[in-house]
C-alpha cells in the first residue's frame, strides 16, 4: 500500500497537472480504466479517453484553472481527501468554488476513482 | 432531495450533537442500518446500537471531543463534505488531528452512511 507521504505527493503532482494546464500528464495519473464523478451526483467519467474529453469540456468553460489548496491532505488508507478552492479565469474575470477531492489510490499511486464535492450554483465571483 | 440548506442545517446538527456530548441525538441522525467508516479503511460500524458501542469507544479515549469546522460544507446532490479539527481533552491535555467528514443522505436528512478521512497517526498536542 503506498505511504501517507506518496499519497502526499501523488496529490501535488495532481495540483501541479492541472495548474499548470498539462493535459497528457494529468490524465496519466489516472489508471486506464479510472472513474471521475465531478460534480459528486453527476454522470461518471471512465477511462483515459473518457477523461481526456472531460479534461476539454471543462477546459473550454475558462481560459485557466488554478486549484488552491485551503488546508491540509488528510490521507486515510489508500484514500485521501482534501479542501481547495478552483479559481477559473475568463476574459480576465475571475470566479471560485470551494472543492473537496476525495481520491483512491492503487498499489502503483495511481488514481483509481475522484469524487469532486461541490456545487456549481455555490460558484462566485471572486473578492479580492 | 434535500436541499443544499437542509443538509447543511444537518451538518449543524450532527456538530452539535458531538460538542454537546449527546448520544442519543447523535444515533438519532443516523438511519437505522446505517454505516460509519471512521477512520476511511479501518472496519465499517452498522446499525445504532454499533453506533453507540463505537461512541462509547471514541469517548472512553477522551474527556470530551470537540469538533471545530475549518471550511464550508461542500453540499453535492445528496452527499456531503466538510472540514473540520477534532479536539480531544484528556487530563488538560488537548490533541488535535485535521478531519474530512464524507456523509450520504437519505430524502429524509437522516445519514446513510459516514466516512471520515484522517490519519491518528497525524494527531498532534494542540499549539497554544
Redesign the interface.
Known amino acids: 500500500m503506498p505511504t ?1 507521504a506518496e499519497l502526499r505527493a501523488a496529490v501535488d503532482d495532481y495540483l501541479t497537472a492541472m495548474n499548470t494546464n498539462d493535459r497528457e500528464r494529468y490524465v496519466s495519473l489516472y489508471t486506464i480504466d479510472a472513474t471521475i464523478e465531478d ?4 454522470d461518471v467519467v471512465r477511462g483515459h479517453d473518457s477523461i481526456r474529453e472531460w479534461w476539454d469540456l471543462v477546459h473550454s468553460l475558462a481560459d485557466t484553472i488554478e486549484l488552491v489548496p ?3 491532505v ?10 481547495f478552492q478552483a479559481v477559473a479565469t475568463t476574459d480576465g474575470e475571475q470566479r471560485v468554488a ?3 477531492d ?1 481520491m483512491e489510490f492503487d498499489d502503483d499511486r495511481r488514481i483509481v476513482g475522484m469524487r ?4 456549481p ?2 460558484a462566485r465571483p471572486k473578492q479580492g
Request: aromatic share 10%.
Open positions: 501517507p460534480p459528486v451526483g453527476s485551503t488546508g491540509p488528510r490521507v486515510a488508507g489508500r484514500e485521501v481527501a482534501f479542501p470551494d472543492i473537496i476525495v469532486a464535492f461541490w456545487d450554483a455555490e
